[in-house]
């Protein structure tokens, strides 16, 4: 044991006269925390839109208002034909446009149908996709308004009536930064931890000192622990810290169940450390050591559901999701700070994480032992 604490000391007091290290771990957890959940916003607003209007009656004006008023577009202006609507299209100018034939509104009137045409700019496809629905929505409430004043309503509806009435759990405003605030945080934490222990051991080979310590009489596990253990600790300052600014800017907070968020934290810390030294053991510099974790990490953020569902991935990558350790952090980061989950609900993550930590943490040892 004193081995192992005479590391611990000599790691800590490494860690601190570097400071870039120092920036990694207290301001960088702040300043992605503050900024990225605002830009990370999959609302999208103010979508460019365009109106060819052909017909030029009191319906089409009223629809055209309607649009420019939802709150979702911004109506560049009126082209006066499908050949200019489409320049504009082709230029970047609007992201949709509706083109309203002549006798629209006749139509509509004397038939109880119409037809309009919708061209969208589907380079983004996210964007195209949801400017389409928030149009269609709009059309058919629009139409829906319109046969209400238009269709005298009998005393008795021969029609059933549904009210419903609709509340928000967990996220009551459904807002996506109150959504990705909990991933980040995990993503943080993953990214600090893991960079950081990736370039522990290479360090020590390229200051020259791994010889002296494997002449030394410290053993490989106390070796590869004393490596690991500040960085552990330093994992729950990033965490609190990350915490608090939740709370404050964001006001998210895990409640009572605090203790159960720092427990699977402790036991996740371990496991991506583990990963972090593995990757130490096989580079010969920090440049490689920063690269090979860099590769990984983005597979393992992009594979987590931090921005997408992991239901909507493909068969295969679902399958690697659930081998990903992130996924389970973001998972337990968002069930504790959003639903207040408590250790029976994050038991079977729990569990798998352990077993992961075991995993990656066994192998860090036997492959420091192989190529000392």
Do not use: C
């Not at 309009?116 to 380079?123: E, G, K, R, S």
């Not at 992991?310 to 659930?322: N, R, V």
């Amino acid at each position: 044991m004193r081995n192992f604490w005479f590391l611990v000391i000599k790691e800590f007091r490494q860690t601190f006269r570097d400071p870039a290290i120092l920036r990694m771990i207290f301001i960088m957890p702040a300043l992605q925390l503050l900024i990225l959940p605002f830009a990370a916003d999959y609302e999208v607003k103010n979508i460019d839109i365009a109106i060819v209007d052909y017909d030029r009656s009191a319906e089409s004006a009223r629809l055209a208002n309607k649009l420019a008023h939802s709150g979702y577009f911004h109506l560049v202006g009126h082209a006066p034909s499908h050949k200019e609507a489409m320049h504009w299209v082709a230029d970047d100018k609007v992201d949709l446009f509706i083109e309203i034939p002549v006798g629209f509104a006749r139509k509509w009137v004397s038939e109880d149908k119409a037809s309009m045409a919708m061209i969208v700019n589907a380079v983004n496809g996210t964007k195209g996709n949801l400017g389409a629905a928030y149009t269609l929505g709009i059309l058919n409430e629009y139409n829906d308004e319109i046969r209400q004043e238009w269709i005298q309503v009998p005393r008795v509806s021969p029609f059933p009536l549904i009210k419903v009435t609709a509340s928000n759990r967990y996220n009551k405003l459904a807002n996506y930064q109150t959504f990705m605030v909990p991933g980040i945080l995990a993503v943080l934490l993953t990214m600090v931890g893991g960079f950081l222990s990736a370039l522990n051991i290479v360090r020590e080979k390229e200051i020259g000192t791994i010889e002296q310590i494997n002449v030394s009489p410290i053993k490989k596990h106390e070796f590869v622990l004393g490596k690991l253990f500040p960085f552990w600790v330093l994992g729950f300052v990033i965490l609190t810290i990350g915490l608090f600014i939740s709370y404050v800017v964001h006001g998210i907070t895990p409640g009572p169940n605090a203790a159960v968020l720092y427990l699977f934290s402790a036991i996740y810390l371990f496991a991506i450390l583990g990963f972090g030294l593995l990757i130490s053991n096989f580079t010969s510099t920090q440049q490689q050591a920063m690269m090979v974790a860099f590769f990984f990490m983005l597979i393992f953020i992009l594979l987590s559901g931090l921005y997408t569902q992991i239901e909507s991935m493909p068969d295969w990558a679902q399958t690697l999701a659930w081998i990903n350790p992130v996924t389970y952090m973001v998972e337990v980061m968002r069930m504790v700070l959003l639903k207040g989950a408590g250790l029976n609900e994050i038991w079977p993550h729990l569990k798998s994480i352990a077993i992961g930590g075991l995993i990656l943490n066994g192998l860090a040892v036997w492959s420091y032992r192989k190529r000392s």
